[in-house]
């Protein structure tokens, strides 16, 4: 059930999310995030490529457990996308202000605290703003009638406390985000006809 169009969709879904999300609490940060909310899921690309069956036995046992796919990739294989991410970073040496991200993007799956050795105040704080953005891509999925799932209750109970960001911001973002995902698809498909 993978498909990598469908992944590199999403992936330009969570960016413009997290620049968005960004540009309200955090201005003077939102330039860099984009390639890092871009790039968060990279692992499981690899995954997919290299472990086919393990990942979708993971995905297939999370789905049916009604729990988040990183507690079946865990149970499964050992890691999850986002390690296997964050390793990636790492060999492509990219700045820990970009690989952090990646590896702890759901790290309150599993109500974690973030380790400070790890994270600097930013880096904890793109960490958080790349998660509520994740969130908020995932209110415009829509449900079994079609329609929109809408902001859901954990954004709403999360956006306050991690990032400072009011649900009337949300609603905003909400509203606002599927222009500006058109827009910036627009742009990586002229990027793309000029290539050929």
């Given at each position: 059930?993978?498909?990598?169009?469908?992944?590199?969709?999403?992936?330009?879904?969570?960016?413009?999310?997290a620049v968005m999300t960004t540009a309200r609490v955090r201005p003077d940060i939102?330039?860099?995030?984009?390639?890092?909310?871009?790039?968060?899921?990279?692992?499981?690309?690899?995954?997919?490529?290299?472990?086919?069956?393990?990942?979708?036995?993971?995905?297939?046992?999370?789905?049916?457990?009604?729990?988040?796919?990183?507690?079946?990739?865990?149970?499964?294989?050992?890691?999850?996308?986002?390690?296997?991410?964050?390793?990636?970073?790492?060999?492509?040496?990219?700045?820990?202000?970009?690989?952090?991200?990646?590896?702890?993007?759901?790290?309150?799956?599993?109500?974690?605290?973030?380790?400070?050795?790890?994270?600097?105040?930013?880096?904890?704080?793109?960490?958080?703003?790349?998660?509520?953005?994740?969130?908020?891509?995932?209110?415009?999925?829509?449900?079994?009638?079609?329609?929109?799932?809408?902001?859901?209750?954990?954004?709403?109970?999360?956006?306050?406390?991690?990032?400072?960001?009011?649900?009337?911001?949300?609603?905003?973002?909400?509203?606002?985000?599927?222009?500006?995902?058109?827009?910036?698809?627009?742009?990586?498909?002229?990027?793309?006809?000029?290539?050929?």
């Amino acid at each position: 059930g993978f498909g990598f169009e469908h992944f590199w969709e999403r992936s330009v879904n969570y960016a413009v999310a997290a620049v968005m999300t960004t540009a309200r609490v955090r201005p003077d940060i939102s330039h860099s995030i984009f390639t890092t909310a871009l790039l968060q899921d990279i692992g499981a690309a690899i995954v997919v490529r290299y472990l086919p069956v393990a990942y979708g036995y993971a995905l297939g046992m999370a789905e049916e457990r009604k729990v988040h796919p990183v507690h079946g990739e865990r149970e499964v294989m050992a890691t999850d996308h986002a390690e296997v991410g964050a390793v990636l970073a790492e060999k492509w040496n990219l700045p820990p202000a970009m690989h952090v991200p990646i590896r702890y993007h759901h790290f309150s799956e599993f109500q974690d605290e973030l380790d400070p050795s790890t994270a600097d105040g930013q880096t904890a704080e793109t960490v958080k703003l790349i998660q509520i953005s994740n969130l908020i891509v995932d209110a415009l999925v829509p449900g079994e009638d079609g329609e929109p799932a809408g902001v859901p209750e954990e954004i709403k109970e999360r956006v306050a406390e991690m990032v400072g960001l009011e649900l009337d911001d949300v609603a905003e973002i909400v509203a606002a985000l599927p222009d500006e995902i058109e827009r910036v698809r627009l742009l990586f498909r002229a990027e793309s006809d000029m290539a050929e």
